[in-house]
């Protein structure tokens, strides 16, 4: 089942009556996320499974991430656990398109959407692999792998080269400590 979504304008309007969970890596959250949202990546969300159920027996979740996509598929577990969830439309990027305002951290500094770095990653693999492919020809192999890993990402819908990005450092925010401000997202949660 498709999950419930709401237009920028309908989650402005409706804001207060939501709590705001952004599904986004760290970094990508720390540099622009919707008022009052909290984080919890989609890579953590089995973590929190429990403490969002406590928290939508409260307040009504709107998930978002950059795009949508992450957040629909943080929706679907959600459903899938029992737990309602509505989605933003066009996520981040298209709350920022209509005009509303972003909060950031004090100390965010400029991490690119994960779809951008995907893209980047993927594109100079493949042209690595084609570029050293010319001198040592059994490297054109690495291009085939990228190309099959992006078919295989389109197809079910899911991204390994971003779960593996989402893990750098530069996509986590500028704590010292990820685990503790994990730690105080859940707690959040609870209350």
Known sequence: MAPTT?????AHAELASHLVIDVRAPGEYAAGHLPGALNVPLDR???ALTDLRTAAARQRLLLTCASGVRAGK??????LAGTDATLLEG???AWTEAGYPLERADDAR???AMERQVRLAAGGLVLTGLLAGRR????????GAI???????????TCGMAAVLAKLPHNRAGSEDPQSDFRATLAALRG
Do not use: H, M
Request: glycine letters at 6%.
């Open 6 to 10: 709401l237009t920028p304008a309908e």
């Open 45 to 47: 969300l089995a973590d």
């Open 74 to 79: 943080a929706c679907e577990t959600l459903q």
């Open 91 to 93: 996520g981040t990027n």
């Open 110 to 112: 400029a991490v690119w």
């Open 136 to 143: 040592f020809p059994k490297l054109r192999l690495l291009s």
């Open 147 to 157: 190309a099959s890993g992006l078919i295989y990402s389109a197809v079910s819908d």
